[in-house]
T-cell receptor, first 116, second 110 residues
Framework: GAVVSQHPSWVICKSGTSVKIECRSL??????MFWYRQFPKQSLMLMAT?????????EQGVEKDKFLINHASLTLSTLTVTSAHPEDSSFYIC????????????FGPGTRLTVT | QKEVEQNSGPLSVPEGAIASLNCTYS??????FFWYRQYSGKSPELIMS????GDKEDGRFTAQLNKASQYVSLLIRDSQPSDSATYLC??????????FGTGTRLLVSP
């Protein structure tokens, strides 16, 4: 399967600051990447779909002005959590999506964000 | 609302036994189905994909799909303690998005 990296793997920030998370598809060109959030003992929650060269599509209830997504190239998507608050503390995971059926998704290792 | 249902478990099996994990989905138009394994504190890892009715085998893993019954399952033969994880069923409902179940926790005891 495809290899997807994320950076950083964990980050601690103070309330009110912004944090940028990078997601890279290392061995294939991903026209579509996805950003998920996972709280402890809960399932994955899709936050947004990121398409290269266009605006991201956010899921209902996800604030697009708070979670800024940029997909500038076929191998890089970034998620910026702006004005982070303790309730934003979570495990953020990106995935790279295959462009042909059956449309597998390959996940990065995730970024654990703690906002103090 | 497109849904994917899984029993949360835990499903406990002894080492060497067959573990059977089940998943049902609500959208009849779903075309492809996936099983992911997620260890505690880690991200999901793709194990199997299936999109035709019947069985698909890969090593100790067999995925089974029955579109008429809207049912997909994963069998793990010769279960090992290292198989202990949460198994997520995911369904492609179109436009490349996946809908995930809440996962079944599998515990394999030595």
């Amino acid at each position: 399967g495809a290899v997807v990296s994320q950076h950083p793997s964990w980050v601690i920030c103070k309330s009110g600051t912004s944090v940028k998370i990078e997601c890279r598809s290392l061995d294939f060109q991903a026209t579509t990447m996805f950003w998920y959030r996972q709280f402890p003992k809960q399932s994955l929650m899709l936050m947004a779909t990121s398409n290269e060269g266009s605006k991201a599509t956010y899921e209902q209830g996800v604030e697009k002005d708070k979670f800024l997504i940029n997909h500038a190239s076929l191998t890089l998507s970034t998620l910026t959590v702006t004005s982070a608050h303790p309730e934003d503390s979570s495990f953020y995971i990106c995935s790279a999506g295959a462009s042909e059926a059956p449309y597998e998704q390959y996940f990065g290792p995730g970024t654990r964000l703690t906002v103090t | 609302q497109k849904e994917v249902e899984q029993n949360s478990g835990p499903l406990s099996v002894p080492e060497g036994a067959i573990a059977s994990l089940n998943c049902t989905y609500s959208d009849r138009g779903s075309q492809s189905f996936f099983w992911y394994r997620q260890y505690s504190g880690k991200s999901p890892e793709l194990i199997m994909s299936i999109y035709s009715n019947g069985d698909k085998e890969d090593g100790r893993f067999t995925a089974q799909l029955n579109k008429a019954s809207q049912y997909v399952s994963l069998l793990i033969r010769d279960s090992q303690p290292s198989d202990s994880a949460t198994y997520l069923c995911a369904v492609n409902t179109g436009f490349q998005k996946l809908v995930f179940g809440t996962g079944t926790r599998l515990l394999v005891s030595p």
